[in-house]
């Protein structure tokens, strides 16, 4: 009888209050603005019914949430089920990197701006036995199936396309959105604006953007950052098909959207070596000369004829602001391989800082095969570096093949104090 109750009250409020109109939108933004205020623990929004597609596969569980359906998880980034576990839990840790100090979660109230039907919000569930996460979407059925498959562990709002958020000023401590404002041709002001209103004075802003790798792999052309600016694509794609591409260069986002947010700083494909990261607050500085550039995992261009990569794990234990990229003591072990359609790779050069350095030990193995590509080298290479100092340096690796055609990856080495404390942490 109850549960008989429950659902004609919803289907009333959906007959009386359809989902997008004038009448709906005042009667969830006063709803929310009620309760978001608190920081104590509340129930979660009620929401609408979920879609008629949520319940057309069997229900699978990763950690104890249960996976969207299918059309669901492909909406947000092309993959489903394991994959789109796997795929989450790799945006959520370079998010995490992406922190500038030493955020603590306790208290703390965190918003998925664009959150779909919870690919990275899902992986924040033990931070949210500590802290109040929020996530929204303009997708109702994403929405639908959040609240009423993780309520208990999240709460979610369905947003508009007009940039006004239910939520009071300097409300939230974080602000994080994956894959938004790569899509927003018209209207990332406005959005910024209504971002900056509803962060805390000291809290962080993490947006993803389109640049150098995501441009050069999607449209096949080398990226000049000079030029660039704000370059936009398929301008009247649906958005079901995802919309316009919007890519970035990066001294567009520090003059533009750091004019409304302050960049603190730029961490070039750090969302899986994809998209980059603008980090934001309200109490950086807006100046240009100080802010940091990080680069964490290493940048090769995509070439069809010539191809390499190097073998390190950037997913430093630490925020990124602190240590990133290749890490070293002394001495670095630089691993990887490359592969020449033209044939056998006949010279390997090294550069540090932009100077050659000849490595102590040099180790190929030509001829190797991996899967269905072959490996014209793979390389160990043991690089002294003592006499460096701590903290950033720039590494790169140019390969020759027999033709005379060059490839090279450019990577971050960073130098760390030697401790045994550090070698522990290091070591697992």
């Known amino acids: ?68 359906p299918d059309d669901l998880c492909m909406r947000v980034g092309g993959t489903k089920g394991d994959e789109f576990v796997s795929q989450g839990r790799f945006l959520q840790a370079c998010l995490i990197r992406s922190l500038s100090g030493d955020f603590s979660w306790s208290g703390k109230r965190v918003f998925d701006f664009g959150c779909g039907a919870g690919r990275v ?24 199936w959040l609240a009423q498959n993780m309520g208990r562990t999240f709460r979610v709002i369905l947003n508009d396309t007009h940039p006004k958020l239910p939520f009071p000023s300097n409300h939230f401590d974080l602000i994080y959105c994956v894959s938004v404002f790569t899509h927003l041709e018209r209207g990332w002001d406005r959005w910024l604006e209504e971002i900056k209103r509803i962060l805390a004075p000291q809290g962080q802003f993490l947006c993803t953007f389109h640049s150098r790798v995501a441009y050069e792999w999607i449209m096949h052309k080398r990226f000049d950052e000079r030029s660039i600016g704000m370059d936009v694509h398929f301008k009247n794609r649906a958005w079901d098909l995802g919309g316009p591409q919007v890519f970035h260069s990066d001294w567009w986002v520090l003059e533009n959207w750091g004019n409304i947010l302050p ?59 602190h240590e990133h990229g290749l890490l070293y003591e002394k001495e670095a072990e630089v691993r990887g391989w490359f592969s020449s359609a033209a044939g056998s790779v006949e010279d390997l050069r090294f550069f540090v800082d932009g100077s050659v350095i000849e490595p102590r030990v040099l180790e190929k193995s030509f001829g190797l095969f991996e899967q269905t590509a072959r490996i014209n080298l793979s390389f160990k290479a043991i690089l002294d570096l003592s006499a ?41």
Not at 132 to 144: A, L
Not at 396 to 406: E, H, L, R, S, Y
């Open 121 to 144: 919000l899902r992986h924040f569930a033990p931070q949210a036995a500590e802290a109040e996460f929020w996530g929204s979407d303009i997708h109702e059925p994403s929405i639908s």
């Open 1 to 68: 009888m109850g549960r008989w109750l429950v659902e004609q009250l919803r289907t009333c409020k959906q007959t009386l209050l359809p989902q997008g109109t004038l009448q709906r939108r005042v009667y969830d933004w006063c709803r929310i603005r009620l309760r978001a205020s608190p920081r104590k623990a509340e129930p979660l929004p009620e929401q609408n019914n979920a879609s008629q597609n949520s319940g057309a596969q069997p229900v699978r569980f990763d950690n104890g949430l249960p996976l969207p």
């Open 263 to 321: 960049v603190k700083a730029v961490i070039r494909e750090g969302l899986v070596n994809w998209q980059s990261i603008a980090v934001m607050e309200k109490a950086a500085s807006s100046r240009e000369d100080q802010v940091r550039f990080l680069q964490p995992f290493p940048y090769s261009p995509p070439d069809s004829k010539f191809c390499g990569k190097l073998d390190y794990d950037p997913l430093v234990p630490r925020s990124w602001f």
């Open 388 to 428: 460096s100092s701590k903290g950033v340096h720039r590494g790169k690796i140019t390969a020759t093949d027999k033709t005379g055609n060059k490839h090279s990856i450019e990577f971050t080495i960073f130098r760390i104090e030697a401790s045994p404390e550090r070698s522990r942490m290091f070591s697992g």
